[in-house]
Every structure is written in C-alpha cells, then in structure tokens.
C-alpha cells in the first residue's frame, strides 16, 4: 500500500512538471495611434526625458523604448514588440514623412518586431505612402509590416507605385515568427470605419475586415500550422458592442487569440476578452504602452498578466533614442521651418489658461476657427468690398488633434501649436490642408450646422463643429435635421444680427473651410436623404464640383493658386495677437479662455418650441404621424364596428 501510495505521488509530480513544462509564455509590448508624438507632451518646452519626476508631460518616444528595453530584459521567454497603425500623422516630424519616413525608421531602431498601416499612413496619397515606405527602407531596419486589407487596381498608375513598394519592401499580408518553438503568425487589417475615412486612399480600396480575417486565420492555422494567431487591428474598441469592431471582429472569426486595437483611441487598462480572444488597446499618442503576457499550452492561448504602462517623467527617456529624435528636430528646422522664420522649439505666445477641447464649444475649436476666418480675410477680402470678406468659418473636432496646454510656464511653441491642426495634404502636394472659400445660402448655412445636432450624436465626436462668425441655438428635442432654431451672423468685437435662413433669402455669404471639411460638407447631402444638400458655388452663385477650384490664392501674383495651409494660418493668426502683459510676446486673448455663447443647446419639450420656424423635415414628420394617427383612428372605428356587428349577431 505504501509503495501505490509513493507510486502515485511520482506520477503526479512527473505529470505536474510534463504539464509546466509544456506551457510556452509570450510577452507581447504594444502601442497605437502614435501620430508621430515623438516628444512628450504638453507643452514639449515641459518635457525633460533625460530626467526622472521632473515634469507632467505625457508620451515620448524615448521613454516608450525604456518600456521595450526593460521589459525585454525582464523576461527570460520571448518579447514581441508591435503596433497597430496611425504612427504617422499628428506633429511636424510628419512634414518630412516621405523625405525623411522618421517615424518607421525609429520604431525599427526602438526595436518593434511588427507593425501594421492605419488609416493616417493613407493621408499622402498612395504615392506618398510608397515614397515613406522606400525612404525608410533605404535609411536603416524598418520593422516587418503586414497589411492583408489593400485592394490595388489594375491598371490605375494612381497606386501603381504603391503596388511596387509593397513588393520592394516586403509589405505582407501576415508574418510567421518561431521564437523559443513558439510559431507566431500576425496579420493585419484596417477597419471599417477606418477605410471610411481614408479618403486619400483612393485608388486604393480597402477589404471586409471579418472577411479578409477569417481568409488570413485560415491559412495561417491550416497551412502555416502556426500555435498563436496576433491580429494587429486598426478597426478599435467602441462603448457600444454594436460598434465596437474589434469585438466583432473577434466573435465573428475563429482562431485569433489575440487583437491588438488601434483607431478608437480607447483607454482600456485592462484586456476585453471576446470569446476565446483577448483583445488589448494602448490609447493614444503614446501616453500608454501596453505589456501582455499570455501563456501556450495544450493547443490553448491564456492570460497571464496585463499591464498598461504610463508614460510620463517616472521612465527616463533611452538617450540614444532621444539624440536621434533631436537630430529629427534639427532636420525639421533646418529642411521646413526655416523657410517661414520659424524653428520647432521657438516661443511664439503666452497663455495663463489651457484651451481644451470637449464635444462642445470649446476654447481651441473657437480659436481655431476663428484663424481660418481671420486668415482668409488677411490674404483674399476686397476691403472696398465687404461682401468679399469671410462670414462663417467652420471646422470639425475630427480634424483638430490636441489641446494647447498653459504647462509651467505657459509659453508656446511652434511644436506646440502645430500639433492642435496637424494634418493634411493639399492639391500642390505639399503638407497641410489648404484654405477653400465658397457662397451658400443662409438655408445652406442652417443645413451645415444640423450636422452638428443632428449627425454627430450618431456619427461621435469627430463630427462636432466648432464656428466662427455666428452663434446659433438648437433644441435637440426637434425633428431631426430640423434642430436649429436662431442663427446671428457677427463676433463679440462687431456685434450680432440675425440670419435670414428661409429658402426666400438669396443672398450669398463667404464661408471658409479646410478642404477635407469642405468634402464633407459637399456630400453630406447623400448621407442624410438629401435633407441636407449643400451645394459650394462661386460668388456669382454658380455651383463649383471640383473643391480645388475654390482654394484661397495667397500670392495672386504668382503663377497657379499658392495654397493658404491652416496649420500655417493658425501660427500666424496667434503671433498677431498683442502682448498684454509686456514680455514681449503674444498673448492669447481672455475671450479664449472659455466659451463665448457660439454653441446653445435649449432643451424643450414645449409645442412651440418644437415646431417655431420649422422647415421640411418637421413637415414631413407631422405629415407621417398625422397619417398614422388616422390609420390608427380608422382601425380603432373599424375594430368598434365589427365589435356592434359581432354582437349584434348574437
């Protein structure tokens, strides 16, 4: 008996070591939507990566490769370092994207194993994406990319180039890694709601994700015969499961175990687990960097630990890693900058409050909009003739990137400033969306601004606008895309009068966007069953198709249309402000330090409040629920009369 008894215990102990023995572990570092923040933030005056507790700032490349040094020296099983797309876009170390591709060249050197596109890395065109990607190819290791979304044309010589560089420099749709017997196969895709606003993309489509996926998992798990499946995703993680893509994506295909999300700038500190996939997302700008351990064993992926790491001044920066950065400055200055008088670092204002952003009115959105304004009037309005002059600018919280913060000494800088309006290509091909102007009728205006109360509350915060030239008020109780209810033209400076938006009105009014918003406003009629079409036209009233036409011409001396950029406009508009306080540089005006009454939202349930000045769609939903009404009306009379018949028969 004594003997069975040890007899078991050996077999029990041999079993326990053959089943530790078996379970492989992983750690997998990743990041998302970096937008090229190759510095900590804000200001970046603040940011002292060589230092420890010294600062508030948020991000940093420097310090994200300490992350990736440490935790690979942490580890005795293997690391693998990935991100999940938009590492482009989003400061003025872009602006040199296709001369110099900093952003792919330094993720190779911070060591990223793997990295896949997002819908910012489409921003320049797929000329523009070949070019960063041969560049970065010839200046040193980039990481492996795997894109399985891409649709090229056949013979459209717009993606041609972009076909060959995919091939040059091994763009796959997955890759198989073998570390310590491990076999680790990643794809990755673009989102639908990513693909959808990627519209420098074109030629260029964009495959179902689900579809694509389960292809890719197929053949990685039948053909490859891999033991762990990655998905690098840049589709996101949404508060409402109906459109949070990632968890879609993970019911929907078997096989994955893990989706690193990107897109959605979703803070989640811990994993969301799908099924049998974990899915992981490292919010924005690299303020967090994901550290996830999982474990293989009988066929089976599992969660060990998960760790999201914030980086701020607790990480010293890696120093090589910042020289390199700093050199990148020094490129930018001496390659971009310097034509406009302007370096990265330089001072140009001074706030004693931060401007922030909100799915509201807001202190940035105001300033900024108020730049495209004062920008297109300083280059293109006719003083002799103030109709020429700009009434209304708009932008949208999509477009605009960051908050300008007081930090510690509430001084600005170039790199600062250029962060909240980063993006953008024009029709020159040069960096940046340029300024367009057109006329629309007072109707038209109305229509522009029912975007804002009526598709943005089902399209996010993307689609909330920020005005200049008017103030407005909406009840969001009213008949959709019939929610505004008073609009005045004017400034706090110049006073307010009312607009006129009835379809009797026939004047035309400037109005000035960027030309991505201008896109968007020219097509949202489409969206929106045609409630609210917009048509841009000229100032003789005539409708204008193609929106380069109507780009602002800075020099009209000059031969072609010298674009207006915003970013630049944006600079320039705040180096105009005065000096208030005598330190001898710009100070941003009181009247941005909070919101100024251009937004009301007046919550009624009242029946004059909800059909004064209504226009069509309120109509119609009268009409519709008057129509109703009465087939309700009859079926109750005809219910009542078969009732009588019925006992009448009796």
Same mark, same amino acid.
């Given at each position: 008996?004594?003997?069975?008894?040890?007899? /078991?215990?050996?077999?029990?102990?041999?079993?326990?070591?053959?089943?530790?023995?078996?379970?492989?572990?992983?750690?997998?570092?990743?990041?998302?939507?970096?937008?090229?923040?190759?510095?900590?933030?804000?200001?970046?005056?603040?940011?002292?990566?060589?230092?420890?507790?010294?600062?508030?700032?948020?991000?940093?490349?420097?310090? #994200?490769?300490?992350? #990736?040094?440490?935790?690979?020296?942490?580890?005795?099983?293997?690391?693998?370092?990935?991100?999940?797309?938009?590492?482009?876009?989003?400061?003025?170390?872009?602006?040199?994207?296709?001369?110099?591709?900093?952003?792919?060249?330094?993720?190779?050197?911070? $060591? %990223?194993?793997?990295?896949?596109?997002?819908?910012?890395?489409?921003?320049?065109?797929?000329?523009?994406?070949?070019?960063?990607?041969?560049?970065?190819?010839?200046?040193?290791? @980039?990481?492996?990319?795997?894109?399985?979304?891409?649709?090229?044309?056949?013979?459209?010589?717009?993606?041609?180039?972009?076909?060959?560089?995919?091939?040059?420099?091994?763009?796959?749709?997955?890759?198989?890694?073998?570390?310590?017997?491990?076999? @680790?196969?990643?794809? !990755?895709?673009? $989102?639908?709601?990513?693909?959808?606003?990627?519209?420098?993309?074109?030629?260029?489509?964009?495959?179902?994700?689900?579809?694509?996926?389960?292809?890719?998992?197929?053949?990685?798990?039948?053909?490859?015969?891999?033991?762990?499946?990655?998905?690098?995703?840049?589709?996101?993680?949404?508060?409402?499961?109906?459109?949070?893509?990632?968890?879609?994506?993970?019911?929907?295909?078997?096989?994955?175990?893990?989706?690193?999300?990107?897109?959605?700038?979703?803070?989640?500190?811990?994993?969301?687990?799908?099924?049998?996939?974990?899915?992981?997302?490292?919010?924005?700008?690299?303020?967090?960097?994901?550290?996830?351990?999982?474990?293989?064993?009988?066929?089976?992926?599992?969660?060990?630990?998960?760790?999201?790491?914030? #980086?701020?001044?607790?990480?010293?920066?890696?120093?090589?890693?910042?020289?390199?950065?700093?050199?990148?400055?020094?490129?930018?200055?001496?390659?971009?900058?310097?034509?406009?008088?302007?370096?990265?670092?330089?001072?140009?204002?001074?706030?004693?409050?931060?401007?922030?952003?909100?799915?509201?009115?807001?202190?940035? !959105?105001?300033?900024?909009?108020?730049?495209?304004?004062?920008?297109?009037? *300083?280059?293109?309005?006719?003083?002799?003739?103030?109709?020429?002059?700009?009434?209304?600018?708009?932008?949208?919280? +999509?477009?605009?990137?960051?908050?300008?913060?007081?930090?510690?000494? +509430?001084? @600005?800088?170039?790199?600062?400033?250029?962060?909240?309006?980063?993006?953008?290509?024009?029709?020159?091909?040069?960096?940046?969306?340029?300024?367009?102007?057109?006329?629309?009728?007072?109707?038209? @205006?109305?229509?522009?601004?029912?975007?804002?109360?009526?598709?943005?509350?089902?399209?996010?915060?993307?689609?909330?606008?920020?005005?200049?030239?008017?103030?407005?008020?909406?009840?969001?109780?009213?008949?959709?895309?019939?929610?505004?209810?008073?609009?005045?033209?004017?400034? #706090?400076?110049?006073?307010?009068?009312?607009?006129?938006?009835?379809?009797?009105?026939?004047?035309? %009014?400037?109005?000035?966007?960027?030309?991505?918003?201008?896109?968007?406003?020219?097509?949202? $009629?489409? %969206?929106?069953?045609?409630?609210?079409?917009?048509?841009?036209?000229?100032?003789?009233?005539?409708?204008?198709?193609?929106?380069?036409?109507?780009?602002?011409?800075?020099?009209?001396?000059?031969?072609?249309?010298?674009?207006? *950029?915003?970013?630049?406009?944006?600079?320039?508009?705040?180096?105009?402000?005065?000096?208030?306080?005598?330190? +001898?540089?710009?100070?941003?005006?009181?009247?941005?330090?909070?919101?100024?009454?251009?937004? /009301?939202?007046?919550?009624?349930?009242?029946?004059?409040?909800?059909?004064?000045?209504?226009?069509?769609?309120?109509?119609?939903?009268?009409?519709?629920? +008057?129509?109703?009404?009465?087939?309700?009306?009859?079926?109750?009379?005809?219910?009542?009369?078969?009732?009588?018949?019925?006992?009448?028969?009796?």
């Amino acid at each position: 008996m004594k003997l069975l008894r040890w007899a /078991v215990f050996f077999v029990f102990i041999i079993c326990s070591t053959n089943s530790y023995a078996a379970e492989k572990l992983l750690t997998i570092v990743h990041t998302n939507d970096l937008h090229s923040h190759l510095q900590g933030f804000s200001p970046e005056i603040d940011y002292r990566p060589a230092a420890v507790n010294t600062d508030a700032t948020f991000g940093g490349w420097s310090r #994200i490769a300490t992350v #990736i040094k440490q935790t690979r020296e942490s580890r005795k099983n293997p690391v693998l370092v990935v991100d999940s797309g938009d590492y482009f876009m989003g400061s003025l170390f872009h602006m040199l994207a296709r001369e110099e591709a900093f952003e792919l060249r330094l993720l190779g050197q911070m $060591g %990223y194993d793997v990295v896949t596109l997002g819908n910012h890395e489409f921003d320049l065109k797929p000329a523009g994406l070949a070019r960063i990607l041969t560049t970065a190819q010839s200046k040193g290791r @980039i990481p492996q990319i795997v894109f399985a979304s891409a649709i090229f044309t056949k013979d459209n010589p717009k993606d041609a180039s972009l076909k060959r560089a995919f091939a040059d420099v091994g763009v796959k749709p997955y890759t198989v890694i073998v570390r310590d017997g491990l076999k @680790i196969g990643i794809f !990755g895709i673009l $989102g639908k709601d990513a693909a959808a606003v990627s519209p420098f993309a074109a030629p260029v489509k964009f495959r179902d994700p689900v579809e694509v996926s389960r292809e890719v998992v197929t053949t990685l798990r039948e053909k490859e015969k891999v033991d762990i499946v990655i998905c690098l995703s840049h589709s996101g993680l949404h508060k409402d499961r109906k459109k949070s893509e990632d968890e879609i994506l993970a019911r929907e295909v078997k096989g994955i175990d893990v989706i690193v999300s990107g897109h959605t700038h979703a803070l989640h500190p811990s994993p969301v687990q799908a099924g049998d996939t974990i899915i992981v997302h490292a919010w924005v700008y690299g303020k967090h960097t994901g550290v996830l351990d999982i474990a293989f064993a009988d066929k089976k992926v599992k969660l060990k630990n998960y760790q999201t790491v914030v #980086i701020n001044s607790a990480i010293a920066g890696d120093s090589f890693i910042q020289d390199t950065i700093d050199s990148f400055k020094k490129k930018i200055d001496a390659d971009f900058l310097g034509k406009y008088s302007l370096n990265y670092d330089k001072i140009i204002a001074s706030t004693n409050k931060s401007l922030t952003m909100a799915v509201d009115e807001s202190p940035v !959105g105001n300033l900024i909009a108020d730049s495209i304004r004062w920008y297109v009037n *300083k280059y293109d309005a006719n003083p002799a003739d103030p109709e020429s002059r700009v009434a209304v600018a708009i932008e949208s919280n +999509g477009v605009i990137r960051d908050d300008l913060l007081q930090g510690k000494t +509430g001084k @600005i800088a170039v790199g600062d400033l250029f962060r909240t309006i980063p993006l953008g290509i024009g029709s020159d091909d040069s960096m940046g969306y340029p300024l367009i102007s057109f006329y629309l009728y007072g109707y038209e @205006i109305k229509r522009a601004l029912e975007i804002l109360t009526s598709v943005q509350p089902q399209k996010g915060p993307d689609y909330f606008l920020q005005v200049s030239g008017l103030r407005f008020t909406y009840n969001p109780n009213r008949v959709i895309f019939d929610r505004v209810t008073a609009i005045e033209l004017g400034s #706090i400076e110049d006073g307010f009068h009312a607009l006129d938006y009835s379809k009797s009105n026939k004047k035309l %009014y400037r109005a000035a966007a960027n030309i991505y918003n201008s896109a968007f406003l020219k097509v949202i $009629g489409g %969206y929106t069953f045609h409630f609210l079409d917009i048509v841009p036209k000229n100032k003789n009233g005539q409708a204008v198709n193609d929106l380069s036409a109507l780009r602002v011409d800075g020099d009209k001396s000059r031969e072609g249309i010298q674009e207006l *950029k915003q970013w630049l406009g944006t600079i320039l508009y705040v180096q105009s402000f005065s000096d208030a306080n005598n330190d +001898g540089r710009p100070d941003i005006p009181e009247k941005y330090q909070s919101k100024q009454g251009r937004i /009301v939202v007046e919550t009624s349930w009242s029946p004059a409040a909800l059909l004064a000045n209504c226009s069509l769609p309120t109509y119609l939903a009268l009409l519709i629920a +008057g129509i109703a009404l009465a087939l309700v009306v009859i079926a109750i009379v005809i219910m009542r009369r078969k009732l009588a018949a019925a006992k009448a028969g009796k």
